[in-house]
């Protein structure tokens, strides 16, 4: 479970249960749930799971 993500310069920082750190991502934060953190880079916005596999993307402007 995702318990919080933080923007750190240009990365993402991913923590799950007891503060462990799951992954980072470089990018820009744009959101996360307890399952899912939304990463921003270029004009995609990506979408990872608990373990950083992408689980999808879309285009933005």
Do not use: W
Request: hydrophobic share 25%.
């Amino acid at each position: 479970m995702i318990t919080t993500a933080v923007q750190r310069g240009s990365y993402v920082y991913v923590y799950g249960e007891k503060n462990r750190q799951l992954y980072s991502k470089q990018g820009e934060l744009v959101g996360f749930t307890g399952s899912a953190v939304s990463v921003k880079r270029g004009s995609y916005v990506y979408v990872y799971d608990e373990k950083g596999r992408q689980i999808g993307s879309h285009y933005t402007r």
